[in-house]
């Protein structure tokens, strides 16, 4: 250990800090900023890992939840297969880091064939999805006056929450036979059962797995019935994934958030605040004292417009408040939110000791309700272990 | 004309877009894009600017709506006597841009203290504020050990929906002797009434208004009779700027919203849908024919999680449907939405007619709930006039 080293102590190193600031302490990170608790964050990325294999299938994280290649590359080391991406910069931002395997999982439009054909062009093992005749012939003809076979699977709906072929209907069969009759490259099918978020016990969660797995088999298995071979089966939220009990017939799953975890899975009960890897790092800048309020420098622009334990059986407001190390104070919420500028309080009660218990200056983390949101509000993570701290950049827009 | 001109027609010049695309009309844009309507935007800050200048006060737009220079000249050139910004990195970015009379509009802490001088020594006249003792004094301390006078207003709390001391309290007096006392410079006072936002009618919004500026006017009267001049009396959002009958003693009005305008705007009814400048570009990507939904390719993350109509008169879900050339479609909104998928329907009855009326490729306009937090989605503008369109690039951050 060198001079320089040993000065430093136990305080977090520099390296690869961007140049904007040079950071010694947590307390010391401008605010607000998008912290990640890497411990948290890998164990998390274990867990899930772990799981998957342990049920037989392959994992490819959903990497809309961070948008950041240091935390991919983690997913990847850790056995991940491939990634799915929410939009076609996702899959051109990590096609440039060096991944591959890339699925598109929202339903393409004519509109963005030719974006995605540059990326398959470049090497991209690319594959895009399709939840209609209509959409499927407009691949079809695409791919046919482009030359260009594109690998297309089919999103089934299991649980009527958003897109999706019926995986007991007709027009199944007939995109099917659309793609290959078209030759294309029929690639499987995939579906998701975004209706889980709705649910907080384990026997519900079991079930609703349970039907996402077996309706998705299900229409892989009349696809194959019908002479369409089906070579995936993609199913997955991280509400079903982490609960289901088999998943017999299903190849990959796709799950996202679990990555760092949020007040919304609290909620529904797959994940603890300890498993919360992401936290908004916020100063407390003002009070009102007889109202019992701190201010604090992280509003909604910063924690995102996410209500989304407003529904659940607990509402955390904007946020759960934590200590700088990231120890919950129970009791303390983000109760209300103006732009740049968070309302901690007790929800609860008027407390009298606010200005004493938080003075200004005080630096705090906040857990979010939502982490694909509240990450989707910063140009980079600030990403903290147990002996330094790195800035890691993410991207946004389309 | 010279053939090239000719050959485009009454399309939009490629003029100044981005290297990304080359855009000749706007179903030619990728979507989700944040379409500026230059016409309504240009629109909304002349009336503004009109009516502070009948009621005999300057105005210093708040740009966090935009975080956007192109947008922010546009105000400046029809008369804003300086600007006011949400985080140091608007004044940052603004400076650099050419701007010098800047407020920064949220308590400061001594954590950014550094920051702030560092923008004032370079020559920006960046005004700081605190609203408590507390606050003043570590701003004295900072001034004092650095030799550096910074200029200081106080917020004040006109309707006790956020920060800000109170107007006929002892510490308004007191922060205003420690400011004297310590050497800084006392630039005034300045209050927003974020109340308004609850209020929807004409008379709520001009008794609403005549409160926030009386006790702001109030707070200054108070100053001055306890020999602390107080040369700005700033006050100001959309609603009161948009409502106020007079601004007697009242110097300057600040307001953001109102570049852009927003549905809700629309219900506290200082705005209609035609004044609208803001809306998100989609593209209809599918359909669940039995429920009378079109799935879009704006979701929650393009129009934001911002469901500020929610408890207002008028609920539009998470935006109001427009043909492309922004003109209403009654009834369609926004009903719901997931990450990249919006959900198209009517809100009052499921219509059979829902494929033939948005076919797969349809491209709409959907009007935001809130502009500054759908704006902030998107690290661009496409910025539309009647006979060009250019990118406007925003920025977002702290």
Known sequence: MDR????????????????????MAITEI????ALIDTARMLRNINTMQTRMTSLGVKLRPHVKTSKCVAVVQQ????????ITVSTLKEAEQFFAAGVTNILYAVGMVPSKLAQAKALRDKGCDLKIIVDSLDAANAVVDFGRSHAHVLEVWMEVDTDGHRAGLKP???????????????????????????????????????????Q????????????????????????????????????????????GVYVFHDLVMVNIGVASTDDVALSVLTTV?????????????????????????????????????????????????????????GILSRADEVGGD???????GTVLRILPNHACATAAQFPEYVAVGATRAETWPRFYGW
Request: contains cysteine.
């Open 212 to 255: 996402e797995r077996s309706l998705c088999v299900l229409a892989a298995e009349r696809l194959r019935a019908a002479a369409l071979p089906c070579a995936n089966v993609s199913v997955g939220s991280t509400p079903t994934a982490l609960s289901a009990e088999h998943l017999e017939g299903v190849t990959e799953v796709r799950a």
């Open 4 to 23: 320089r080293q040993k000065k430093r102590g136990n305080r977090y190193a520099p390296t690869n800090f961007s140049k904007r600031f040079k950071i």
């Open 75 to 82: 997913q990847i080391r850790a056995g991940a297969s491939g």
């Open 30 to 33: 401008p605010t607000p900023a």
């Open 285 to 341: 800048i003002g009070h009102q004292k007889d109202k019992g309020w701190a201010l604090v420098d992280a509003g909604w622009m910063a924690m995102s417009r996410d209500r989304g334990t407003q529904k659940q059986t607990r509402d955390y407001g904007y946020g759960q408040v934590c200590d700088v190390d990231g120890r919950v104070i129970d009791g303390y919420t983000l109760t209300s939110a103006n732009q740049e500028h």
């Open 354 to 360: 606010i200005t004493h218990r938080f003075p200004v």
């Open 168 to 210: 007991d209907g007709d027009e199944l069969l007939g995109v099917g036979r659309a793609l290959r009759d078209g030759g294309m490259t029929f690639g499987g099918v995939m579906t998701h059962a975004g209706a889980s978020y709705e649910l907080n016990t384990p026997e519900a969660l079991q079930a609703m797995a349970e």
